[in-house]
């Protein structure tokens, strides 16, 4: 059997790496020339013939040559691994060297993982992909190539995302969830008209939407912030045949709701109704919500009240939405009321509405009640998420108290909580809004260690902080990264960087930074 080298084990772990290494016959109590990584979760023996390290490091993949199913939970370990050991790459040219050195073997689930968690680093996650397609036996799937879509439409690379589409054809793996996908692309990257001519590409590849894909393009573009034009899509598709369900008039209700439109809600619940549909605890719940949006609490506890008067179903997270926008209202009172209404009522409190009772607390600035239901969260078998604490964190934020808030991270990272993205760039955003940019820092760093990747916002952020403070060798290393990255940066945040360059008496490099976000902007990448 030929064994992986210890050395090349070595140089491939990342730094923060908490493995040791011991003598193998001190575990297996023989002789045995293989290599053994000991971390405080488990022990690996690591051989050369399966090619695989463990990147955090690797288990023999799923599904080469025979190998037994990998324990449950070691995907996202592994993803993770792999994300660290990519995060310190600026662009996709050094991927595949990377992976190479560290022998790393991939299988289809460990794949489509990493290539979600690189959503917001698209020219990685092409790398990734491309790396991954050469290994031998390995063939991508339909799963890897939507998180691939989803990744590059964020750096709005469409021309290469439709290459990719005319690959999927040609491999069998398109469906209509891939053009629902585009679509919702350009519709985040306030393109409606181009997500309504992506959805309608389809039958160019013998595809023919159903009445749950036009809910779905409808309720993709109203959540992109153009009801408007989703009503439209709504009206267009009627003439052209699609009869619309209960779930249809739900989205609309929602989507107008989203607008504080109450006259549009009404007149699309009227509509439901003249359709022959029965409302549903689903449409309930969604006008209840648009009326606590529109400030109307008072009328939405009547609404409430009438659907108990009427003996229709109630659901947890009717009792949810009323404790949010009571919440909200600082109606604090209420909001408990109703959470103890709805236990009185049989249902069991779930992580929605513990998480709407813990808001309900920082509204009204009662953290110290907010942390009392976290641990009775933890009594009650549900533990708190990146959410709740989110909920927290941003409360403190925006009442000044980033000293506690920063606490509060910590407490959440030490009860093994692991923070989200949201977390990371709320964070980042408060020290820097702070000016405390070396905080910001050290909380990215913490980030990219988990290999979690940066969003424009939290370049933004921190570029701006460091102009701020005058670091602009800093400032510009972030942007340049944020470019390579293909992430594009927003107009104000670069104007204020070139001018803060400017202002520094740095004009040839304003104007190189300048040419290569414009070299982003109008060349795209090819597969």
Known sequence: MRLFRVSTIVRCLPKSSSFSF???SSILGQSCDSAILVNP?????????????HLGLGFPPRSFHGVPERPEGSIPEDASAICRLLAGQTDSDGVASVLDRSGAAVSTDLAE??????????????????????????????GSFHALIDALGKIKQFRLIWSLVESMHKRGVLSRDTFLLIARRYARARKPDEAVQAFGRMREFGLEPGAADYNRLIDTIAKSRNVARAQRVFEEAKKKGFQP?????????????????????????????????????VTYG????????????????????????????????????????LGSAKRLDEAIGFFEESKAKGFVAGLPTYNALVGAYCWAMQFDDAFRVIAEMRNSGVPPSSRTYSIVLRHLIKSGRSAEAYEVFKE??????????????????????????????????????RGVMPCMHMFSALIGGLCNENRMEEACD??????????????????????????????????NLTMKMERLRKVPLYG
Request: aromatic content about 10%; proline content about 4%; hydrophobic content about 40%.
């Open 22 to 24: 011991v003598s193998p």
């Open 41 to 53: 979760i488990k022990t690996l023996i690591v051989h050369r013939d399966t090619a695989a390290v």
């Open 113 to 142: 993982e990493v290539l979600k968690r690189l959503g917001n680093a698209g020219m990685l996650a092409l790398g990734f992909f491309r790396w991954a397609e050469k290994q031998a036996g390995f063939r991508h799937t339909a």
């Open 245 to 281: 369900d209960l779930k249809t008039y739900t989205i609309l209700m929602e989507a107008w709701g989203s607008e504080n439109d109450m006259q549009k809600v009404r007149e699309i619940y009227r509509g439901m109704e003249a359709a022959g549909f029965e409302p549903d605890v």
């Open 286 to 325: 969604i006008l209840i919500n648009a009326l606590c949006k529109d400030w109307r609490y008072d009328e939405a506890v009547r609404e409430f009240r009438q659907m108990q008067a009427k003996n229709r179903q109630l659901s947890p997270h009717l009792y949810c939405t009323l404790i949010n926008g």
């Open 412 to 449: 959440m990272e030490e009860g093994g909580c692991e923070p989200d993205l949201d977390t990371y760039t709320m964070l980042v955003t408060m020290f820097c809004g702070a000016e405390q940019v070396d905080m910001a820092m050290k909380v990215w760093k913490k980030m990219i260690e």
């Open 478 to 511: 972030y942007f340049q990264e944020m470019l390579q990255k293909g992430i594009r940066p927003p107009g104000p945040m670069f104007g204020k960087l070139k001018q803060c360059l400017l202002d520094d008496g740095k004009k040839d490099l304003a104007f």
